[in-house]
């Protein structure tokens, strides 16, 4: 359950918006979401209940973007918003709320993580991105290239990121030791009654909630 992007970590910095912080890496991108009918949203920023945090377009209208900051003049689409909001505030959790999680998987030889979906293309907005293959991509040191704050083009617009290479995919030195037992990232789906139910072939190694 610490890995997932609800858990309330507490004291997560918000991307684009100096000395604001959120409870969970969820909260902080539902905090930011902008919607046709309304704007952002930093009571999410404060709930630790793990429930309560989603926005919807069913409720709101089509997403327009997300802000930079609570009070940001300009609104980013969904790869800008995913490198510069999404991505450093996984990667803070990841480097400083479950160290402790992550560095034990050195001795594992091999590791299984689920999630409802598998992707971990940042610039494929079509799919939904999945935090289990964010973590297998920061545990074996390939992070995704992160936009830097504040990056302007000369006509002042934000600049989109260009496609990376295969070596600016992967950043160094990390916080933690750089893994590469990462088996397998498998998809799950809810079942009728409410649970989890595994599509494919998976085994267990260890139960990391993610």
């Keep these: 359950m610490r890995l997932s992007p609800f858990c309330p970590h507490g004291g997560i910095p918000v991307p684009c918006d100096e000395g604001v912080t959120g409870q969970s890496v969820e909260g902080i991108r539902q905090a930011l979401r902008v919607f046709r009918q309304t704007d952002v ?9 793990m429930k309560g945090l989603k926005r919807t377009v069913r409720r709101y209208g089509p997403v327009q973007g997300h802000r930079t900051g609570l009070h940001g ?3 980013l689409p969904c790869e800008a918003a995913r490198r510069r909001i999404c991505l450093p505030a996984h990667r803070r959790v990841l480097e400083h709320r479950v160290a402790d999680l992550v560095e034990p998987l050195r001795d594992e030889q ?27 991509l920061y545990m074996e040191g390939r992070w995704p290239r992160e936009a830097a704050p504040g990056h ?13 290479t295969n070596a600016q995919r992967e950043i160094a030195p990390l916080s933690c030791p750089v893994f590469s037992r990462v088996s397998r990232v498998s998809r799950v789906s809810r079942n009728p009654a409410g649970g989890v139910a595994r599509t494919g072939p998976w085994r267990p190694v260890r139960s990391l909630g993610a």
């Design 110 to 136: 091999d590791v299984v993580l689920l999630d409802y979906t598998t992707d971990g293309d940042v610039a494929d907005p079509t799919t939904p991105l999945s935090r289990a293959a964010l973590i297998q």
């Design 152 to 164: 302007r083009d000369k006509g002042g617009a934000a600049r989109r990121p260009a496609p990376a």
């Design 73 to 75: 003049d300009r609104l």
């Design 41 to 49: 949203d930093p009571a999410k920023l404060e709930i630790t209940a």
